[in-house]
């Protein structure tokens, strides 16, 4: 029998140490397509190459624009994903992942499209989507008073079969109609019902995953950790949620809505410096929403000024609202006739914009392929702002232009709940949340420019008034301006500048079960949740490998092979603790 010499073993181990540079990055020839299908075809036993589309597809470009939500992400240079995936079944998401992985892509899962910054479908690294929007069904239990919602379905499917069912039964989640349900959910999830019932998560008593290596979890399976991250820390970063089970919320026949608004010339500033108390402190049944907007007035011709608008809803009559902010908030002077008094499910139509007495199947619309140029970006405040301030913060809008804010009244029920019962930190302690929002129409890298620093130079202006150590953020309201991972990386520290603004004090906890559930880090974006430092790299792991193996040799020769696989045993080490490899 031929025996191996120490030059061959060495020759071979470098041939494997370079080898195992492919195996962690993925081709990205022409033959990845097939490849994928190949992979997929052998995991489901079906042939599924009509939920596959590759970029020379016909059908390619329809299916990625139909939830592009923001039109910043949808031109010619924007890097495309080489493969997009609709399954249709929950083998099909398990087929994806296994995939995804042994082809070394990069997955990104998109359930809506309404991430602000993309993230769900852009990437600068070879990557595949996963579009959820073909698993969408929902199941509407009445008498436990609970539901079943898969990933793919809308806020307002959602909204609608609960309305088919019952016309007392709600669920607290956005007013946006066309985002969906899966994106919403991982992040929080608020919407005008925060104050009387709290967020989304708050409400799910059950979810399904797919993780890391293929498995459907139900919250047994999977464990109350991994459970809790996924109600509120970002589904994405732990896996792919297939569905939740969800307490639905009892609402009153008859609700109210109103539309309150005034200018700096009508007092603007009295009615916004008093909103910061009444909002938060008033009864919980109502939320009092602040929209406040550079305009044109209409008093003093031509010149800018800023207007404040109120979107309330409450969940009672027009009569008793109506007393109640007579005596508590006379500075609104609201009268019976702004009300409007309406069922739960025509208020949800209202407040997406449609007019009073449109048919809730408006709720139905997915609005495909329909896109703005936008920036959101988020603060939370914890202590009133005087007017003072608020006199120079018009000042500032103004100057900038067109950048609006949006506060978001707290208390109430939020306040009851203890920061780490979900990932979801900003509960008690926060007076309102501060979205900052433009919108424009107008393409091109000037406008980009122009717009994205008008909105960075207002949340500058608006640091003094805004919570601190950390400057906290929500989620949803997704801005890579806090901070990303570096390209390709799983640093803790990058991690961290943008995972305590969201996360506060359960960053740590979000960590540790990423660590435990993905230690691979193979479910990640640019705001992803890190694992804990490791130093153990693919080549690594060959050479860690090689040192445990049983490698024939005979025993003439044994004596030759001792310095080498000591040699090699001290290379393990040293290769995880310096990163090498």
């Keep these: 029998m031929e025996t191996k010499t120490p030059t061959m073993f060495i020759f071979l181990l470098l041939f494997i140490l370079n080898l195992s540079s492919s195996i962690c990055e993925a081709s990205d020839d022409n033959s990845v397509h097939t490849m994928f299908l190949d992979c997929l075809s052998k995991e489901t036993n079906q042939q599924i190459s009509n939920i596959v589309y590759s970029q020379s597809n016909p059908s390619y470009t329809s299916i990625l624009r139909a939830y592009i939500r923001n039109a910043r992400f949808n031109t010619s240079s924007t890097l495309k994903p080489t ?8 083998s099909h998401v398990q087929a994806t992942v296994v995939c995804a992985k042994k082809l070394g892509f990069q997955l990104k899962i998109r359930s809506g499209g309404h991430d602000y910054e993309g993230i769900s479908y852009v990437s600068d690294t070879p990557f595949l989507i996963l579009d959820m929007f073909n698993l969408r069904t929902i199941t509407v239990d009445v008498e436990n008073q609970s539901a079943f919602v898969q990933s793919g379905a809308t806020l307002g499917e959602l909204y609608y079969k609960i309305w088919e069912k019952s016309k ?48 459907i979890l139900d919250r047994k399976s999977m464990g109350e950790d991994l459970f809790w991250a996924i109600k509120g820390g970002g589904g994405a970063s732990f896996g792919v949620v297939l569905s939740y089970s969800i307490n639905l919320v009892p609402v009153p026949e008859k609700v109210t809505v109103f539309r309150i608004e005034k200018t700096i010339e009508e007092n603007a500033t009295d009615l916004v410096y008093k909103w910061q108390s009444v909002a938060p402190t008033i009864d919980n049944d109502l939320f009092l ?10 008093i003093n011709k031509g010149q800018k000024t800023v207007r404040a608008s109120v979107i309330a809803m409450y969940l009672g009559n027009a009569e008793a609202i109506v007393g109640l902010l007579g005596k508590e908030f006379p500075e609104m002077g609201l009268k019976i006739e702004d009300c409007i008094e309406t069922t739960w499910i025509d208020s949800m139509v209202w407040w997406a914009n449609y007019d009073n007495g449109t048919s809730p199947t408006v709720l139905l619309d997915r609005n495909p392929d329909s896109a703005n140029f936008l920036k ?21 809008m103004i100057e900038q232009g067109k950048v609006g804010f949006v506060f978001n009244s707290y208390g109430g029920r939020m306040s009851e ?3 780490t019962e979900t990932p979801f930190p900003h509960r008690k302690g926060n007076l309102f949340k501060i979205q900052y929002s433009v919108n424009w129409q107008e393409e091109g890298a000037d406008a980009l420019k122009n717009y994205l620093n008008q909105a960075k130079m207002l949340y500058s202006y608006m640091t003094p008034f805004v919570s601190k150590n950390p400057r906290s953020a929500y989620l949803n309201y997704r801005d890579l301006d806090i901070g990303v991972m570096p390209k390709g990386g799983n640093d803790i520290n990058a ?6 603004k969201y996360f506060g004090v359960n960053f740590d906890r979000l960590v540790k079960v990423k660590s435990d559930v993905d230690p691979q880090n193979f479910f990640r974006n640019e ?10 790299t693919c080549s690594a792991v060959v050479v860690l490998l090689l040192v445990n193996a049983e490698i024939p040799y005979s025993g003439a020769t044994s004596g030759k092979w001792v310095p080498v696989l000591s040699a090699i045993k001290l290379m393990g080490p040293l290769i995880w ?5």
């Design 83 to 90: 493969i997009i995936v609709t399954p249709e079944s929950e």
């Design 168 to 215: 007392v039964l709600g669920f607290p989640a956005g007013v946006c109609p066309t985002v969906g349900v899966g994106g919403h959910f991982s992040g929080g999830g608020y919407g005008n019902m925060l104050r009387k019932f709290g967020l989304s998560v708050d409400h799910i008593f059950d979810a399904q995953i797919v993780d890391v290596n293929g498995r």
């Design 289 to 298: 929403r602040l929209l406040l907007q550079p305009v044109t007035s209409k």
């Design 376 to 396: 959101r970006k988020s603060d939370y405040v914890q202590t009133p702002i005087s007017k003072q301030s608020l006199e120079w913060i018009w000042k500032k």
């Design 417 to 419: 709940i203890p920061e």
């Design 495 to 500: 991690g961290r500048v943008y995972g305590e």
């Design 527 to 536: 705001q992803s949740i890190p694992t804990l430092p490791s130093y153990l």
């Design 577 to 581: 603790l310096l990163g090498l490899g």
